[in-house]
């Protein structure tokens, strides 16, 4: 591990950023020297959007953060974060729902690598019932995101789900 750069990743599927994601890469930037977002490859899941275009948004939205960089996580997450040099993977935590299943994954993946520590990060309160899947649900359904999620994101969501409304986007 490189000890001069406090390196960490914060993986996750990001299907699509929300503006809770936006505060934990915001803050994260903050603690570390170098952030890296990690867009985890999951076969289990079907997106909504590709891989590419939540890179895309995601880079969209961290253009006044040079420290973070955008990546995708094929593989074993400790894997990654060892071979990118990483001393931390950064998970938010919302409700305590989220608790059981985040803390089962960082026991496992300190087994795994105990180098590598987890450091969670409070949600906001304002964001602690936001989710991907609700907003994805809110979009289907015609309702307005722009509460939720980035400008850029809000776009392509109407975009996917109501295109005769979605006009151009200027950033
Ligand atoms: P995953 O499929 O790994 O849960 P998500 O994209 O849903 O991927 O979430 C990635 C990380 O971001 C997780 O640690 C999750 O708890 C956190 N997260 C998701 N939504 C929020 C939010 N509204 N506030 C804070 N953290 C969040």
Known sequence: MDNQVRRAVYPGSFDPPTLGHLDIIQRAA??????????????????????????????????????????????????????????????????????????QMATMNRQLAPEVDTCFLMTHQQFAFLSSSMVKEVARLGGAVDAFVPPNVAHRLRQRFAPETAGNFHP
């Open 30 to 103: 903050q603690l570390f020297d170098e952030l890296i977002v990690a867009i985890a490859v999951n076969s289990q899941k079907q997106p909504l959007f590709s891989l590419e275009e939540r890179a895309e948004m995601l880079r969209e939205c961290c253009t006044h953060l040079p420290n973070v960089r955008v990546a995708t996580l094929e593989g074993l997450l400790v894997r990654f974060a060892q071979q990118a040099g990483a001393c931390a993977i950064v998970r938010g935590l919302r409700a305590v729902s989220d608790f059981e299943y985040e803390f």
